[in-house]
């Protein structure tokens, strides 16, 4: 079994005693036990639709979508309110610095480049990207760091304040995961999805926007929205253990 998604998948949760990756036994743990499947857990933290569609074909590249493979689970994005910047548009000087050097003398990938986020001298990822959420007025993290907004930066930020959550921009999200579902499914391996935050409600529309063209939905796993229940995230927003738990029991009478 593969379980592909963001930081909801990877285990992420701040905690009074948690940190990064803190939850051990997460949902998807708990589904493989019962299932009685091996599994593989890839949770990219911050990541983006785009990247979990570049780690499903590295995913297939490598052979890992093969007959041992009986089900793949992929927990994406359906609209998101963080802008990705690139990061030469706050740093001009670094496609000359060393940092971009080393990374131009090969790529790991995605699914590599991740594993490497701990700061060791493994490969990074090639695409540097520096994100915030929009919620959050300008002026924090690293707009601190780099001084006022510049051009690029303030364009990049006024459009995402407009597309972002939108329906185009769940709408975009929809064509990538039914794309991850075609790259999948041609390797004879069963496919479902969940959304575990972002929805708002909108999965009826976004369901008749693709109409007769895909049938995407048809395996969609329908969870609550986590910012209805309470007891079940901390302060970052991540599901705690309880919520990993309550996460497993509304899925897995969808799989038995």
């Known amino acids: 079994m593969i379980a592909l998604g963001t930081s909801n998948t990877c285990g992420d949760c701040d905690g009074p005693t ?17 299932l ?6 890839i949770g990219l933290s911050g990541c983006k639709n785009e990247d979990l569609l570049q780690a499903t074909n590295e995913l297939a590249h490598h052979k890992a979508l093969n007959d041992n493979c009986k089900l793949f689970m992929l927990e994406p994005r359906l609209g998101d309110r963080t802008v990705r910047i690139p990061i030469e548009t706050l740093i001009p000087t670094y ?34 990207q520096v994100a915030t959420d929009t919620r959050i007025p300008p002026g924090r993290y690293f707009f601190q760091t780099y001084g006022k907004l510049n051009l690029p ?81 901390c302060g970052c927003g991540h599901y705690n253990k309880q919520g990993h738990r309550m996460w497993y029991e509304n899925t897995i009478n969808h799989l038995r």
Request: proline share 1%; aromatic share 10%.
């Open 18 to 34: 948690y940190g990064p990756t803190s939850i051990k036994i997460t949902a998807h743990d708990m589904i493989a036990n019962e």
């Open 36 to 41: 009685g499947l091996e599994l593989v857990k």
């Open 95 to 128: 496609y000359t610095s060393d940092l971009f050097k080393r990374h131009s003398e090969g790529s790991s990938g995605i699914l590599a480049g991740w594993a490497a986020a701990d700061g060791s001298n493994k490969m990074d990822p090639t695409i540097q």
């Open 153 to 233: 930066t303030k364009a990049y930020m006024d459009a995402s304040t407009f597309y972002s959550h939108s329906t185009l921009d769940q709408f975009n999200s929809l064509t990538i995961i039914d794309s991850i579902r075609h790259i999948v499914e041609a390797n004879n391996v069963k496919f479902k999805w969940q959304v575990v935050t972002g929805h708002d409600g909108q999965l009826e529309l976004l369901e008749k926007l693709l109409g007769k063209h895909s049938t995407l939905f048809d395996n969609f796993i329908n969870i609550f929205d986590i910012r209805e229940i309470s007891g079940l995230s």
